[in-house]
């Protein structure tokens, strides 16, 4: 049977899961969304006419910087018991992947067995919904419909840099002080990092992180599995390394990102560099509007092999969330295979999205 999350305002517990130091944990592990007594719906696709525009990071225009700074200003001014506050949309991370959560089925269900939605299959759906209502709540916060987040695009040499608006300090409300400031300074990502500075020419950097994008999308993804992660079905209760299998954008350069932003020598590697903490970075939701782009943009190479699952394990997994309006919904992976559908898309160059393309390892 499909994993299952619960009504996630009933069904909930403190994180533990993946945190290493508890006791001095930078961030909350309190990590239960707030109840509102509201009884989950089902989702309706949305039905506006325009479709929002994902913008490269590096690049975006004034009105788009503007407005997605604005956005996060308002949502961090929230309450944070509200559920579009910053810390409500980033304890939604927490919750699902530290073990806030159990899995429920249509029988007795599994109260001993958590939610871990990342080193399997679950991966790329679940972050694509996380985003959708993010985005649709920072766009309904200032009131702009065709508000779209900006993505981090480290596989094209420019977008490489974390980019500017994140730097300048506080009050910048992009800014986020739990960072490791050698590698913001220095700011050209390593797309392989593991923990270990290369110290090499960004020249090379560069073309190592080509070769990356290339061996994540087409040598190491060539089939649904590999690029998704292994099977994880009601039951089962999945952990790094054994089965199921993880992905392979999801062990290489997703990870690395995260470990690479995060703040090395914190108890957990705040913000970045651990599940329950990532979701205080605003730069978690550009990498992660990047790495659902990659989803895209695997599918869009059509080569032999670049398909969707087709399980019904995998198709009817389905995820709560508040939505835009305030509403519990229940999502499930078949509804977010098409971005169209669900109005958002990427802008791209206008000679392709593959720089990478000829960079084979
Ligand atoms: Cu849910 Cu990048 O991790």
Known sequence: APITAPDITSICQDAKDGIRNIATALRTTKCCPPSLGKTVKPFRFPTEKTVRKRWP????TKKQVDDYRRAIKAMRELDDDHPHSFVSQAKIHCAYCNGGYTQV?????FPDINIQIHNSWLFFPFHRWYLYFYERILGKLINEPEFAL?????DEPAGMPIAEMFLPESPNPLYDELRDPDHIQKRLIDLDYAGTDKDIPDQQQIECNLATVYRDLVRNGGDTLSFFGGEYVAGDSPVAGTDPSVGSVESGSHTAVHRWVGKRGTPNSEDMGNFYSAGYDPVFYIHHANVDRMWKLWKDLRLPGHVDPKEDDWLNASYVFYDENEDLVRVY?????DVRRLKYDFIE????????????P
């Open 57 to 60: 990071a590096h690049a975006g």
């Open 349 to 360: 160059n206008s000679d392709g999205p593959f720089p990478w393309r000829k960079s084979r």
């Open 333 to 337: 992976n078949k509804d977010c295979v």
């Open 150 to 154: 900006p993505f981090w695009k480290w």
């Open 105 to 109: 089925d249509s029988g007795t269900g």
